[in-house]
């Protein structure tokens, strides 16, 4: 079957520290559908962009690296999306948990339903990962649609799901100043994630304006124009509340 299976990858870090345990093979595949306001890589938007591999392919590529996994490290996959792919994102992890190799999952959880097909290749694909990065971009349902032009009533409910699978998990939550960053938020954000059974650890990961000449060269108004990192207080105040690294 992986023959016939193709993805789009929009690029490779071949040795990332920051996306999940120990040194990783991080792959970034090409797709998104939220349109987050400080998106840092818009130029991952586009589905059938960037570089064609077969999950064949992309495994050897990966395994040139697996001396320096070490016992901890692995393959991460993230975006874009990486659930849009979901079809070539299973067979990639099916292969690699067939050789060895620690897999983690980096989403937003965007494309989750419980609809079929996506539910059953969603489940099947929990039994080929080693760990889940959910990215929860805003716990206020209607800010949430402001932020990233979508809701966020699946997202919450496949944490709720992940939690109920036992899947270990990594919540992510970026701090916007003015946006995510308000006591309110942040304390109904501890509330929910306090509910869930698989967090192993909460991630607070600073708005920062790296990605704004991307932007730029896309030929895109940046909507948070104007809207400086956050400071060293607020980081501290919002790891405080979530009980966060």
């Known amino acids: 079957m992986s023959d016939n299976i193709k ?3 929009h690029s490779i870090e071949s040795f990332g520290s920051v996306d999940g345990p120990g040194v990783r093979f991080v792959v970034f595949l090409s797709g998104c559908k939220m349109r987050c306001q400080f998106c840092h890589n818009p130029d991952t938007w586009q589905l059938k962009s960037g ?3 077969t999950v064949d392919d992309l495994l050897k590529k990966a395994m040139a690296y697996r001396p320096y996994w070490k016992d901890k490290g692995g393959i991460t ?5 990486p659930l849009l792919q979901i079809d070539f994102l299973l067979e990639f992890f099916k292969k690699a948990k067939e050789k060895g190799i620690n897999t983690v999952l980096d989403t ?3 494309p989750f339903t419980k609809d079929e097909p996506f539910y059953s290749k ?7 990962t ?3 990065l959910l990215d929860i971009k805003h716990i206020d349902n209607e800010v949430h649609k402001t932020l990233t032009g979508h809701s966020n009533k699946n997202i919450l409910q496949m944490a709720k799901t992940l939690s109920d699978m036992k899947k270990p998990v990594w919540i992510r939550h970026v701090l916007v100043p003015g946006v995510s960053d308000k006591d309110e938020y942040l304390e109904a954000l501890a509330e929910f994630v306090g509910l869930l059974k698989n967090v192993e650890r909460t991630e607070v990961l600073p708005y920062h304006t790296l990605g704004v000449f991307k932007w730029e060269s896309l030929g895109i108004k940046y909507p948070l124009e104007g809207i400086a990192p956050p400071t060293k207080e607020r980081v501290k105040n919002a790891k ?4 966060a690294t």
């Open 77 to 81: 996959v993230s975006g874009g999306e």
């Open 7 to 9: 993805g789009y990858v």
């Open 130 to 132: 080693d760990l889940v």
């Open 240 to 243: 405080r509340i979530l009980n």
């Open 51 to 53: 570089t064609e591999y």
């Open 108 to 110: 937003s959880g965007n």
């Open 122 to 128: 969603f489940v099947e694909l929990m039994q080929y």
